[in-house]
């Protein structure tokens, strides 16, 4: 099935929300690593071209992914949580959806800063839509950086709650989201 039901995910929220979160790991796991490269790395413009190109493939997957979640609605949380519980987990759902575009955009305006585009393997070439100057380049920098690793950190206390609820409350709320 792949639309959600009342108490499980559909197939195809696990394929978006498994696809975007490996993306995203990925992402910040090679945006970590290429940082540290200097110009005569071999890996210097391969991997800074492929961060930019699964950017755009996250992004579009994200808009994916939240068009999917307001047509197909999620199923009801495990009647066990507490009403904060309920709160904090809705809060991270929607800051995650923010995150998942914001990450990508910030991203895009550095990489088209300069009014290029964003070249996606040869296959076409995302275009820049303006030249920016170099204080809101620094600025979108910034904050690419600190909502990437603000994601991990998101990320791990999100699969930290998941595992607690599973094991600890025994409420199935991780065994919905698995295949």
């Known amino acids: 099935m792949w639309r959600n039901t009342g108490s499980r995910y559909g197939l195809a929220t696990k394929l978006l929300h498994w696809s975007v979160a490996v993306l995203i790991l990925g992402l910040v796991w090679l945006g970590w690593y290429m940082v540290d490269l200097t110009y005569y790395d071999a890996w210097y413009n391969d991997s800074l071209a492929w961060h930019k190109a699964l950017g755009i493939v996250a992004f579009v997957l994200a808009v994916v992914k939240i068009g999917w979640a307001v047509h197909s609605r999620p199923p009801a949380y495990a009647g066990s949580l507490k009403r904060w519980e309920r709160a904090a987990a809705t809060a991270v759902h929607h800051l995650f959806y923010v995150m998942m575009v914001l990450i990508p955009l910030t991203g895009y ?71």
């Open 109 to 179: 305006l550095v990489s088209t800063s300069e009014g290029e585009g964003i070249d996606l393997w040869g296959w076409f070439t995302v275009p820049a839509v303006a030249v920016v100057g170099e204080g809101l380049r620094d600025l979108a920098i910034e904050a690419h950086y600190w909502c990437a690793y603000g994601t991990l950190a998101i990320a791990a206390v999100h699969a930290a709650a998941a595992v607690k609820h599973q094991f600890l409350d025994r409420d199935g709320t991780l065994r919905r989201m698995l295949w």
